[in-house]
């Protein structure tokens, strides 16, 4: 769960803590994207052929090398290991000698292998280097004997995708959008009758020569990961509640495990495959009810209930039963089968329910209802819906379904939360507020809005406004509340980051980014945005390398 930049822990775990077991997963790996596994393949082959050596190691000197940093081998062979908490990108000056274990007199050869690979030279002992690591992000540095640090490129940064004994060798280059890069071959004594790159004969590198590779796209004209503003304090804003609403709409309360799962998406990997239906399928994930998805299977053997796993229920202020229909949709009857009185709770039969649908987030139509095991709630179709929610939540919801002119209508775009508070009693005191507008958008980029400093549990929130139109934020650290299926969600009471992805729609637009601080919290921090990616926005081509037979 939570596997964003998995990597990095996997790193410190193998190179740097290096338990008698390391590395070692305590998750679950099927969740993964496809795309990641050669990273993992990666990392577990380089800890198996550094081994014997990384039982030697020593901690370096903080204040040179950071918290934590260790250099790990013998005499002419060093993996080090780098960190950076922080925002910014720092370079931590490296030298080659007797402060990182080195200490014969001979030429090394210094590699990054994480989080790109990268060959960045030769060196005499008693030089220094500077080793950049970005922001948030381990490092992994090889320094080795000159020429023994196995095949790789130089010129630009790579990801050793496959090297398999009698298997073609597969590599990533990766290059940002636009840059030019001569590169040439480092065949550490391998014999290859071809090579290609996206399909292209490029033979001239196994005869030592370089070769001219351009990455497609427009060169950045500004770094994809900059601090835009700090956000200044305002009146609390008129559509307060939209942002809210905006923010906890773009989420769930499903257990990490399934969040992750619809990140990597679709599997094309059979044994994946098989281990995720594994985990999918099992009763015990399917009685626990810890998906939203059990609400719209018709399927009356599963059901979406308020999890007890901390011995009891994360509602905030009593919770609140949402549906997002993904979707405008016209509809003349919703249903929600609980399906017994005990389910209904805390609500009772032939009590009064209330709640509220809306097409926007903005305005909301208030409706009182009856509660009952089956509850069949009147909308007129004239009046297309996205969003529905209620002053609080049954325990346990068996199916919600959605009717026109007596058909039923497609659900595959519906989903559904319960444990976040309802806005009218948590409503919006303070806020902050900076704008920006964004004239490039690298891939994978996204805003992340920090609060540093004390906010309380669930205290703030943040969200933007794009064109005057909100738009909530999808993911969080520390996660937003869940219903576990094993550890439960931390609760913490500062520092939370928001983040939310920057869509290519949203370039050249007014973009204001709201923190919103919440009636009961604590306004002890200061909000500030910044535009980063994950991954970095490389663009990449395959080099695949033939071998002699």
């Known amino acids: 769960s939570c596997l964003d930049y998995w990597e990095d822990d996997l790193i410190l775990q193998a190179f740097n803590r290096t338990l008698l077991l390391s590395p070692q997963l305590y998750g679950n790996p099927w969740f993964l994207r496809d795309d990641e596994y050669p990273k993992l393949a990666r990392i577990f082959n380089l800890a198996r052929k550094y081994s014997s050596i ?5 901690v370096l000197p903080e204040e040179k090398y950071g918290e934590k940093s260790v250099s790990r081998g013998n005499s002419d062979t060093r993996l080090v290991t780098l960190r ?12 080659i000698g007797e402060e990182t274990g080195l200490t014969k007199d001979i030429t090394y050869e210094v590699r990054l292998l994480h989080p790109v690979e990268r060959i960045i030279g030769s060196f005499e002992k ?4 500077d080793i950049p690591v970005d922001p948030f992000r381990s490092a992994l540095v090889l320094v080795c004997p000159d020429n023994e640090g196995g095949i790789g490129i130089k010129g630009c940064d790579y990801e050793l995708i496959r ?7 597969i590599i990533k280059l990766k290059g940002f959008p636009g840059t030019i890069h001569r590169i ?3 065949d550490a004594g391998n014999e290859f009758s071809s090579a290609t790159i996206d399909g292209s004969p490029v033979n001239s590198l196994l005869k030592g020569k370089s070769f001219t590779v351009t990455f497609d796209g427009e060169l950045l004209k500004e770094p994809y990961h900059r601090k835009l503003a700090e956000l200044k304090p305002c009146d609390v804003p008129d559509d307060a509640e939209a942002l809210y609403e905006a923010t906890i709409f773009a989420t769930d309360n499903n257990a990490l495990e399934i969040r992750e799962l619809q990140k990597s998406g679709e599997t094309s ?4 495959k098989e281990a995720r239906d594994a985990f999918l399928n099992q009763s015990l994930l399917i009685d626990r009810g810890i998906w939203d998805r059990y609400m719209f299977d018709n399927d009356y053997n599963t059901s979406f209930y308020v999890s007890r796993r901390r011995h009891k229920a994360d509602l905030l202020n009593g919770g609140s039963l949402r549906l997002d229909f993904g979707e405008l949709v016209e509809m003349d009857e919703l249903v929600i089968e609980v399906g017994s009185e005990h389910a209904l709770q805390p609500w009772k039969t032939e009590e009064a329910a209330f709640l509220e649908i809306s097409s926007n987030l903005k305005d909301w139509k208030e409706i009182r209802i009856l509660a009952n095991k089956t509850m ?8 297309p819906v996205r969003y529905v929610r209620f002053k609080g939540t049954p325990d346990k919801i068996i199916e919600v379904k959605g009717y026109l002119n007596g058909s039923e209508l497609d659900r595959s775009k519906w989903k559904g939360s319960h444990l976040y508070s309802p806005y009218y009693r948590i409503k919006a005191e303070k806020a902050w507020t900076a704008s920006t507008v964004l004239s490039e958008i690298p891939d994978g980029s996204y805003l992340a809005v920090c609060l540093e400093g004390e906010h309380g549990i669930e205290g703030a929130y943040a969200a933007l406004r794009v064109d005057d139109k909100p738009v909530g934020a999808p993911d969080r650290s ?6 576990p299926w094993e550890y439960p969600v931390v609760k913490a009471k500062s520092h939370y980051t928001y983040y939310i992805p920057v869509t290519s729609d949203m370039r050249g637009k007014n973009i204001d980014i709201v923190a919103l601080g919440m009636k009961g919290g604590v306004y002890n921090f200061k909000p500030e945005v910044w535009l980063t990616a994950y991954p970095a926005p490389y663009k990449e081509k395959e080099l695949i390398l033939i071998r002699d037979k």
């Open 54 to 58: 990384l039982v030697n190691g020593t």
């Open 84 to 95: 950076n908490l922080s925002w910014e990108k720092n370079n931590v000056n490296l030298t």
């Open 126 to 129: 008693g030089q220094s280097l």
């Open 163 to 169: 090297e398999v004994k009698d298997k073609p060798v």
């Open 184 to 186: 040439r071959l480092v």
């Open 269 to 272: 990997v059979p044994e994946v």
């Open 376 to 383: 069949k709630i009147n909308l007129d179709p004239e009046r």
């Open 478 to 483: 520390p996660s937003y509340p869940a219903n």
